[in-house]
């Protein structure tokens, strides 16, 4: 048993010295932010009903945005409702004030929570190619229909693209 313990905790050190940095963030409709006057349920549900301002703030990305935040999409409609639009205004002006690479499609319809299911005549639906678009410009490579990150670890690429009337895994 302390061998296997041994093993165990050797590997989770070698994890340990992996940066945890992502790559890159695809922000669709975000919450940028947890201060009041955004979108109050992912507060509450994150931080708890009673949360001060201090942790509201520590939790805030858009707060923390920095030349090290690494380059962001951001898709967002007008119309989405339950996520105001000036979320992902403050995380593109953050971006920019930090000199970090910052891509934005801010469009006129599309609602919260569209995912893929828009008609493909309304401009909104065209973000996942966007998406996938923009990851090739900023490295992503892509074997077999996985995204060569994915195929190295013998894992399910998590990101899948309709389009066409069919569905493709990047």
């Known amino acids: 048993r302390q061998q296997a313990f041994a093993v165990l905790a050797r590997q989770v050190d070698e994890a340990d010295r992996l940066s945890a940095r992502p790559s890159f963030a695809g922000l669709i409709y975000p919450v940028t932010t947890l201060e009041p006057g955004t979108h109050g349920g992912s507060r509450d549900n994150l931080l708890g009903l009673n949360a001060s301002p201090a942790l509201i703030a520590a939790r805030s990305p858009v707060l923390h945005v920095s030349a090290a935040t690494p380059p962001s999409f951001v898709v967002a409609p007008f119309d989405a409702g339950t996520v105001p639009i000036p979320n992902s205004l403050d995380w593109i002006a953050a971006c920019r004030t930090?000199?970090?690479?910052?891509?934005?499609?801010?469009?006129?319809?599309?609602?919260?929570?569209?995912?893929?299911?828009?008609?493909?005549?309304?401009?909104?639906?065209?973000?996942?190619?966007?998406?996938?678009?923009?990851?090739?410009?900023?490295?992503?490579?892509?074997?077999?229909?996985?995204?060569?990150?994915c195929a190295a670890h013998g894992?399910?690429?998590?990101?899948?693209?309709?389009?066409g009337g069919g569905s493709r895994t990047l």
């Open 98 to 149: 930090a000199k970090t690479s910052v891509e934005a499609h801010l469009l006129a319809e599309g609602g919260h929570g569209f995912g893929f299911h828009l008609p493909r005549d309304n401009p909104c639906a065209r973000w996942p190619d966007l998406f996938a678009a923009w990851l090739r410009k900023h490295g992503m490579k892509w074997l077999s229909g996985q995204c060569l990150c």
């Open 155 to 163: 894992l399910s690429c998590l990101i899948t693209v309709k389009s």
